[in-house]
């Protein structure tokens, strides 16, 4: 039997890497410093990829709308600007 776990999709780890060092540098860096990063990063685009595959085949959305819908959710983090500017406001 397959272990679906270790799987993560090579192109997905790549932008999702690329992607938090570029808006989430602060983020990445202690990730990094804890030795934690390249596992969160291959767990995140693993939930994404997991997700996007129920949301098509159980729901019958279609790849780019399942895709759309879940990016956010664990792989494209908002910039930490953007967290930041909306911390402030409250």
Do not use: C, N
């Amino acid at each position: 039997m397959e272990d679906r776990e270790d799987e993560a999709p090579a192109a997905l780890v790549a932008q999702i890497t690329r992607h938090w060092e570029t808006y989430r540098p602060k983020m990445s860096r202690e990730m990094k410093a804890a030795g934690t990063f390249e596992t969160s990063v291959r767990q995140a685009a693993i939930m994404t990829s997991d997700a996007i595959y129920d949301l098509v085949t159980k729901h019958g959305l279609a790849p780019d709308q399942a895709r759309e819908l879940m990016r956010e959710e664990w792989a494209f983090l908002p910039a930490e600007d953007d967290e930041d500017i909306s911390d402030d406001g409250q």
